[in-house]
């Protein structure tokens, strides 16, 4: 994941994020929301970037939240699991955020719904 802050002293606001955008259209990077990219490699079926995390998307999101510094912690669906109280694999990109968070983060159609 990176952030555009994260670039600060290489150049100016505007050529850093003139560079992204270039890495964007290159499919090298993937845009997820306002200042937040995430690693891309080109998929061999069909020439697309795809994000390119080990955690997939919501491994991803929980990478950005970690780095624009908001706080959260597991959802019920997941401590669950983890608990073995349920057999059902938590799969939707669901997080329970601590504090305030506004930006939405998206990718493929698919959105990070936080909880409070």
Known sequence: MFLPREFRGLGGESEVL????????DKRL????YGVYGRAIVSQLTGEAMLYSPGGFLGAARQALT????????????????????????????????????????Y???ELVCLR
């Open 18 to 25: 003139r560079v992204l955008r270039g890495l964007v259209q």
């Open 30 to 33: 993937v845009r997820l929301g």
């Open 67 to 106: 780095k624009l510094g908001v706080g959260r912690e597991l959802t019920d669906a997941e401590r669950a699991y983890n608990e073995r109280g349920s057999t059902q694999v938590p799969v939707n990109a669901v997080t329970k955020v601590k504090g305030r968070f506004s930006r939405r983060l998206k």
């Open 108 to 110: 493929l159609g698919r």
